[in-house]
């Protein structure tokens, strides 16, 4: 069983779909492990909701969802299978929300855009403004805290733009097509929010809050 998992863990997503098609009881069970932890990131900040039992049960009934449509064919390779998952978990966030009737308004005014252009690598967006040594686990912690805070300010189109970009991942066709916008409205929307959060990150506490 063991020596069956480490091959299946060296197989593409692709190859284990198919292999989970073939009724091969380990191979779902890899993708799982391989990309529930960022779609649990993902759908955390969606729905904004500290409940661990309830965001563990959206990551469940997304990866259900995501069997089911293998095993019946209704998985399409045109998408990679981690997009084609983090457009499963957040239309299960959406739905999570309109049921508890939640209306975000708060949004924080935003300044010019990111000269850089907004593209920061996955480890990269969860130090912004972690200090020198990154390596020290508190700083990493308020790092993380402040992240949460900031992104409760922003309006929810932002906030949803930037947790698809740098917690799934996704380039910004994928981000376009779950938002149901333009590549260059995806673009925009996370040039116009980076460089604010970049900002507000090296703040103080109690200046961060009286800016926002």
Not at 33 to 61: C, G, M
Not at 88 to 114: E, F, P, T, Y
Request: hydrophobic fraction near 35%; glycine fraction near 6%; aromatic fraction near 8%.
């Amino acid at each position: 069983m063991k020596r069956n998992r480490t091959i299946l863990s060296g197989m593409s997503d692709r190859e284990l779909i198919a292999l989970t098609q073939a009724e091969n009881p380990d191979a779902f069970g890899v993708l799982f492990q391989r990309h529930s932890e960022r779609l649990r990131s993902t759908i955390y900040f969606l729905i904004k909701d500290r409940d661990k039992s309830l965001v563990d049960d959206l990551v469940q009934d997304a990866f259900i969802k995501a069997q089911e449509a293998i095993m019946t064919k209704g998985y399409s390779e045109r998408n990679s299978f981690g997009a084609w998952l983090a457009r499963i978990g957040h239309n299960l966030a959406v739905d999570c929300l309109r049921r508890k009737g939640r209306g975000d308004k708060k949004v924080v005014c935003m300044s010019q855009l990111d000269a850089r252009g907004g593209e920061y690598s996955y480890d990269e967006w969860h130090q912004l403004g972690s200090g020198s040594n990154r390596e020290e686990e508190i700083v990493k912690d308020e790092t993380i805290r402040m992240i949460e805070e900031l992104l409760e300010e922003l309006s929810p189109d932002l906030r949803e733009t930037l947790i698809l970009r740098y917690y799934a991942e996704l380039p910004y066709r994928d981000i376009a097509d779950i938002t149901d916008v333009s590549i260059n409205t995806s673009l925009g929307r996370v040039r116009y929010s980076l460089k604010n959060l970049r900002k507000f990150l090296n703040m103080p506490k109690r200046a961060m809050r009286k800016a926002v």
